[in-house]
């Protein structure tokens, strides 16, 4: 029996394993430092990973200032840490979509405090951005979000409802072959939604100044969405009317309002 099994059951399970899904794994150092393409900043580079999610933290060269003090990059990669298992464990959906990026190509997130550049408008705090070509990359479906120096002294759960934001809402759009193909106020509007499920997971108070200040900003990115909704959609209107949107039922009233535009 054992050489049969040998010889017909253990090849025809490598065979069905091969078929599924594979995961990323987490960068080596030497794939990070590729990434980066900067010898001052891969310096102080420190390495992480957080279930299959790829961890680097920069140092700024030594005697550069900037407009805030900087976090060290081990600090700066627990709190990014912390932020995931938050939306792990407080966000159902979003972990989901986070996996299914993972299966797709290599995810990654860079605490980079040279991030955004000194001269960026200061009139808004820039916390992080999905960006897959900022650093130099090798060819392939692949989902870099750039915490800033800003980004990581946020409060851990509006820090990992941007992270939603940038990585799940935009990140899904380039895994389907639409991010910077949409117009830019429905790519804004699709990640506001995530990050609007992202605040429901993590129980904010949604009667809170920046609750109630982020409501506004989502009304304001999704004003085509939902006038769409309202004019031509009832039962996706009906669904918005609510403190607490249901975002997924949502998303399946934004494929078609899309292909509208």
């Known amino acids: 029996m054992s050489r049969l099994f040998e010889k017909f059951l253990i090849p025809a399970a490598l065979a069905f394993l091969a078929f599924l899904p594979t995961q990323a794994l987490a960068l080596t150092r030497q794939q990070a430092i590729t990434i980066i393409d900067d010898t001052a900043m891969s310096a102080g580079m420190v390495l992480s990973q957080y279930k299959g999610i790829s961890l680097i933290g920069l140092a700024p060269p030594v005697g550069e200032k900037f407009d805030v003090p900087i976090v060290e990059p081990a600090e700066a990669l627990k709190m990014i840490a912390e932020a995931l298992a938050l939306i792990e464990n407080g966000s159902a959906f979003s972990a989901s979509q986070i996996e299914q990026l993972k299966k797709s190509g290599p995810v990654t997130i860079v ?151």
Request: hydrophobic letters at 40%; glycine letters at 6%; a positive charge.
């Open 111 to 261: 605490y980079d405090p040279r991030y955004p550049d000194k001269m960026s408008n200061m009139a808004s705090v820039q916390v992080a951005l999905f960006s897959p070509h900022y650093y130099k990359r090798a060819s392939g479906l692949t989902f870099l979000v750039i915490v800033s120096r800003h980004g990581v002294k946020w409060p851990v759960k509006e820090l990992a409802a941007v992270m939603v934001h940038e990585l799940v809402g935009h990140g899904i759009q380039h895994l389907n072959n639409r991010w910077g193909k949409m117009r830019l106020i429905d790519m804004e509007c699709e990640a506001w939604l995530y990050e609007e499920m992202a605040y429901q997971g993590l129980k904010m108070d949604k009667f809170s100044n920046p609750m109630i200040d982020f409501k506004k900003q989502l009304e304001k990115q999704c004003d085509s969405f939902l006038r769409y909704l309202r004019n031509n959609d009832p039962k996706g209107a009906q669904l918005w009317e609510t403190l607490n949107p249901n975002v997924p039922k949502l998303l399946k009233h934004f494929g078609p309002y899309l292909k509208k535009q």
